[in-house]
């Protein structure tokens, strides 16, 4: 895993991995630890790519519980990838409804990710 800091003021941690850095609640949680105590950022962007599959199959939970402890730790999510491909009704709704709240963002670029988190 990768961290560094990107933004006008250096205030949002960019992870980045070749592997699958999210796929459960803890898994979701040590990154957040991790990364703030690295970075003292309360703010990431992560790619699409290090998060588990099931994040996005809605029915599994892995969704709501995992953005859930960003939100209960005061962190803010910028996720990056493609989503143009997606054909789930549910989860497009959910990146819709994300988009529109101030935790949790989907962006097809990380300058994308760092306008909508405020850098």
Known sequence: ???????????????RSGRILISDTD?????????????????????????????????????????????NYGARLAIVGDFSGCTSKPLKDFIYESNMRRHIYFAGTEEDA???LGG
């Open 27 to 71: 898994s979701a949680l040590d990154l957040i630890i991790n990364a703030v105590y690295e970075t003292r950022c309360r703010s990431f962007i992560i790619d699409k790519s290090c998060i588990a599959e099931e994040f996005f199959r809605l029915r599994t939970g892995l969704a709501g519980d995992m953005l859930q402890k960003f939100v």
């Open 114 to 116: 760092v306008a909508k």
């Open 1 to 15: 895993m990768n961290i560094t800091t990107v933004g006008k003021n250096n205030d949002i941690a960019r992870i």
